[in-house]
């Protein structure tokens, strides 16, 4: 694949840094603090979750030796050991925040290897939410980008975007110039990485491709740091970031970038445990629940209509534990017919060896729609049909909740932080402080660190 364009890694990088941290608006500010919150509850959970492979990693590993804390867990490790920890960590409930048209997560590997730099660095809160608005913008317009072409040739773009992402994160908030800059971001493309089939077979290494970015945005950032040589355009480069991870770059999002306009205020954020894919499917089903008449014990088939990119990877009606849970459409509708909901207790062990459960899944089929195909990435919308012993039930939702169109309100948010610390183990008390600390005009990142 050939580009006209010539230095596009110098003329984005330009881009990016005209985004001073005096010129962009509190509001801003304001969102890359909920979306602070929102990692570090997710976060908590997952350290829950995985607590004790967790430990099983750094014990084999290090030893609990190091500096940096890890989230949710006693021992301190190395720099890049608790971003990948965090990492894992911050993605295992499916609860992390994306981006629609970008078809990534975004937050997790952002501060996961922001986090433990700003530890050792001690690097002012405002510094720090700078440089994770810079992440953002950075991840999700590189995804934006190269979308759907990574996903179709298998990669997680969580992985690949996220990995230069979070290394631009930590130079901004290090105040790079732009050597060590272009440097630090060369050093994140030849390490971006991440396949999607680590979602497959109930496996729990889809976490590892937001780790593993974090891990090595930590060590990109300090090769740039330390002023190692990059190539010209490993961007645009006949052989770099945009011709080997897309067969068609949508060069737009990588120079229009506008002064009012930041992507972090794009993002979604997710009210129910499975992939976002599922999510439309997930609200059509609550609504037919709702409607007069319908009684489950009727129902004779589901059809899930669909874009295109929701189908491959999670058709799946057979499910083998959790994570498989999670990425299957049949099984999330059928929790939701089921339960009226899809939160962490919904897709826990229990309800996943529900039989009941496991025989509506059994009668839903997904399959891909042209028209909503066509409307994707704009809309990820979904189209679900229940045929019942009385009659037919139908519900189309285009923009599921958490979306910028249709958000979580204030108190949805709170429930949702509140939720995820519950489950982690920690007092209401204890949620409150973090929230109160985290929106304060300033913070220390050792004062959410003790909290925590």
Not at 21 to 33: L, M, N, R
Not at 112 to 132: C, N, R, T
Not at 155 to 181: P, S
Not at 436 to 444: A, L
Request: charged share 20%; proline share 4%; glycine share 8%.
């Amino acid at each position: 694949m050939k580009f006209c364009e010539n230095q596009m890694t110098d003329n984005f990088l330009k881009n990016l840094i005209k985004q001073s941290k005096d010129s962009i608006p509190g509001k801003v500010f304001t969102q890359a603090k909920n979306c602070f919150i929102d990692f570090l509850a997710c976060t908590l959970a997952g350290a829950k979750a995985f607590y004790e492979k967790d430990l099983a990693y750094i014990d084999s590993l290090e030893f609990g030796n190091g500096a940096s804390s890890v989230i949710g867990l006693p021992p301190k490790c190395s720099l890049q050991t608790a971003a990948l920890i965090n990492g894992m960590n911050s993605h295992v409930m499916e609860l992390d925040d994306g981006h629609r048209k970008g078809a990534v997560h975004v937050g997790g590997t952002i501060f996961s290897a922001l986090l433990p730099v700003a530890e050792k660095e001690k690097i002012s809160m405002q510094d720090f939410l700078y440089g994770a608005i810079i992440g953002y913008e950075t991840t999700i317009r590189l995804a934006c980008a190269v979308q759907p072409g990574n996903k179709l040739r298998g990669y997680h773009a969580t992985g690949t975007c996220g990995t230069v992402g979070a290394t631009m994160a930590i130079a901004a908030a290090l105040h790079f110039d732009f050597e060590q800059m272009k440097s630090a971001f060369s050093a994140a493309v030849t390490s971006a990485a991440g396949v999607l089939e680590m979602q497959e077979d109930n496996a729990d290494l889809k976490p590892l491709n937001v780790g593993r970015a974090a891990m090595d945005a930590v060590s990109a950032a300090y090769l740039g740091k330390a002023r190692f040589k990059a190539p010209n355009d490993a961007l645009g480069g006949k052989r770099g970031f945009l011709a080997v991870m897309t067969d068609e770059a949508k060069i737009s999002f990588l120079k229009d970038f506008e002064n009012d306009s930041f992507s972090i205020m794009s993002i979604y954020n997710k009210p129910y445990a499975s992939c976002r894919h599922t999510h439309p499917a997930i609200e059509a089903a609550m609504k037919i629940r709702q409607q007069p008449g319908f009684l489950l014990d009727e129902v004779e088939s589901v059809c899930v209509h669909t874009y295109k990119l929701a189908v491959a990877g999670h058709d799946h009606k057979l499910v083998d534990g959790v994570n498989s849970a999670k990425m299957s459409m049949p099984y999330s509708v059928a929790v939701a017919l089921f339960t009226g909901n899809a939160g962490l207790n919904e897709f826990s062990k229990a309800n996943v060896a529900d039989q009941r459960i496991l025989d509506i899944a059994q009668k839903i089929d997904v399959v891909a729609d042209d028209e909503f195909t066509a409307l994707c990435p704009q809309r990820r919308a979904a189209l679900v049909d229940v045929k019942t012993k009385t009659g037919l039930f139908s519900a189309r939702i285009d923009y599921p909740k958490g979306e910028p169109e249709n958000p979580l309100t204030p108190e949805e948010f709170r429930q949702k932080i509140e939720g995820l610390m519950s489950f982690a183990g920690y007092s209401k008390d204890v949620c409150e402080k973090l929230i109160d600390i985290v929106y304060r005009p300033e913070f220390t990142i050792d004062e959410v660190i003790n909290l925590l």
